[in-house]
């Protein structure tokens, strides 16, 4: 065997495009340093080695010069960390030790309760005075305070006992409401006869539900009247304009009457703890940041866990990458910030807009490989040049209700690439590009790519998975290639709001929004709305409205698209070789939400080719997202927790190499290297034009897929399985991409099995040569194999689900029952080509089903006619203690028990992280 290493390739005419800086070497009289941090016998007195470490990162940050390393060992670790800089080939980092748990918390142990009254304790401390909206505030100076019980956020006395799920919180409505202007201040009087008795002088009241959330002071009460002021904003977000009814009242001592309640006054906290006695493991947040990148660059911070603390950055940080963080409460608040200086009061362009989430400012930094759960405000924010956001997984996001997002772009920005990421569970906008202030209304040469968007819309309306506003300049940037589908509430796919123009939106794939598919909304007077907007190759199984407000369509094209509903198009644009709604485009499965296309559909070769955006630069193309001669793309993160991920996939990388099991024994030649391209998984690949050359991978599991580097240069590989018949797999395409899944393979026995792939020498005819490029496998090790049979027992109860009585109704909701051997309790497992599963009643015929396929919580789970909608698929995540997560496809939502109680009716719920009620186990009949 004969692997070159990355810099033969030079000879080689292939497009492998590998920047500078990832690949320059130290110079020979480099000496960098590993420190090691934490564990037995950690000191800040020890030098640091592996036999003695030091006690805390800011320590080995404050010893560290360009190119050290600080390796961390498990535990929690209650600082901020500001560290040096690094330098171009010579990073400092930051990681976790392999293996281990390390989190940056920004919290403090809260102790010495004494009981004050019934079941409420106090504890003496200093916390911040909160309700604080200063932009971009200091370290120790928070938004609000913040109560964690075992971890769990406790949420502050307030009216209406909210409860413990921060994206289904209860609200209160206003029967009745008015808002009147006055100078600078507005002041509103609602009713509601549920408020509680007593004086609530002093305390806020937040209102959600409408554009954005707003907040203001009680100025008084009379019986079931209240009423508060707040600074003038926009009138279209007063109550009740908008949807702007719902509310919460906090800040009052009064208020704490239930359970898991708290209240902070003057240096003693009350609680009324989880079970209502004594509290136990109270955290108190402390801090703001866990790293303090401002003014920073070339700092890498890898695999580490982040809690009630974010990582910043400002506008001259660059080169910095975050790497594998798993992030949980990034930001909290619980006023909303206005800036009488900005448009509209600061409702939209501040709001803790640019001062939440992961802060990426500055230049080419990177956030990627990375979970973010739980943020009032966003979980990134993006602002300067050129940054990355790439494969991560965010989801319940933005619960403060204001222009925040799961991903927040500010205007004027530019270059940057956000891609591959799963967002799910958002307030307001998966992705939110919105700006009022007209000094910064541009988004320039960016792209929103690969993206999976779903359950946006939950708090707020008038908005979309991907949305964008107001008057915004969008030369260069494109929308392509996401997934915007399955929205809360009212929402749109893809908005293109208040006059954003010179747009490029193509090849995305949209469904199942509750407006339209794609809304463009114009400024009526605005020379600029509805100009030069393209959207090429896109699927909307929904409508298209492009009407309002728009002056004028000159230079706007919608071309090669399929429709499935009504369109609404503005006179004056370009629209041609778009397939309507009455013509049947044969989807392989639109139920299934596969918008492929058949080989006799009506849209292959019905199309014109665009230059850039279609496979073909001349004559005819294809209509729709998929192509022939592209890949079979698909959208979202790819690692263990994203929406394609099923329990026990195991990622194997191609520079993994031997003999031995999920191990990749290349034979021929072959190139390789291990950090050539940020598109890649890993930033690696492995390739060759050798026609004798091959790879094996010998794994154990019950699927593989196989995923390449896609580009104008690359052929034709031949795979097979166990010695099958080769199948041809075209690694060809007319732009380079990374991390593509090219095959996978069907459905297998359960055991072990070798997977090879065989480079051919041979191409198709728009391809410039015939290499073909790894990038790496995932393999599917699954608990349940397709076409088993199993019993599903509950984690907390020990009870297994069940058909009551042994009905044979369409529609009959499932409940767990204690085991008896009965096939009403027996379930078939059928794989799906995602790695999903239907579940079908052995005595009914009949399978789990999400009813009418609803994204809200608390969803009746019931049995249904086998169909193959995205209801009635199920992926199958592992949780914890050898247990796994049933999660719908459709919602994302998890199958629960309502209680532990014999007979408790199951439901579709949001996972809490230790809730036994929400994991199963399986065993085979």
Known sequence: MSRRTHTLMAAVSLAIVVPAAVVTALPASAATTTRYVGGSGASNSNPGTAAAPLATIQKCADLSTPGDTCSIRSGTYRETIKPPSGTSGAPVTFAAEPGAQVTVSGTDVVSGWTLDSAKVYKASVSLAPGYDATLNPANTQLAANQIFVGGQMMPEAQFPNVGLDVMSPVRATMASASSTTSGSTVTTTFTDSTIPAGSLTGATVYVTGGW???????????????????????????????????????????????????????????????????????EAKKRNYAFDLRGRSWVTVQGVNVTAATITTDSSSTNNVLDGVNGRYLSHFMTVQYDSTLPYGGVYDAGHRADTGILLHGANNTLRNSTLVYSAGNAVSVDGNAQTVDNNLIHDIAYGATYTSGIAVEGGSSGHAITRNTIYNMARDGINLNTNIAAKQTYQNIRIAYNDVSGYGMFNNDLGAIYTCCKTDWTGSSIDHNYAHDGASEGTGIYLDNGTHNILVHHNVLWNNTESAIGINGVSGYANSGKDIKLYNNVLDGPLNMTGGIDSTTGSILRNNVYRSYTSVSPGATTDHNLASGTDPKFVDQPGRDYRVQTTSPALGAGIAVPGVTVTSTGSADIGAYEAGASDWTAGCEFGGCRAAVAGQVSVDDQVTGTGPNQFAYTGTWGSSASCCPEAYNSSNSWSDDPAASVTIPFTGTTIALYGITDPAHGIGAVSIDGSAPVDVDFYSSSRAGNVRLWTSPPLSAGTHTLRLAVTGRKNTASTGTYVALDRVAIDTSPVSSGSTYTIANVGSGKLVDVPGASTTAGTQLIQWTGHGGTNQQWTFTANADGSYQLKNVASGLCVDVNGGSSAAGTAIIQWTCHSGDNQQWLVEASTDGAYLLRSVGTHLVLGAADLTEGAPLTQQLYSAGTATRRWTFTKV
């Open 212 to 282: 954005a959330a707003v907040s203001g002071t009680v100025t008084g009460r009379s019986g079931s009247s209240v009423t508060f002021t707040m600074p003038t904003s926009d009138y279209n977000v007063y109550p009740p304009s908008k949807g702007s009814d719902r509310y919460r009242i906090t800040n009052s001592r009064s208020l704490l009457d239930a359970e898991n309640e708290w209240f902070y006054d003057a240096g003693t906290l009350y609680l009324w703890a989880p079970g209502g006695g004594a509290p136990t493991g109270v």
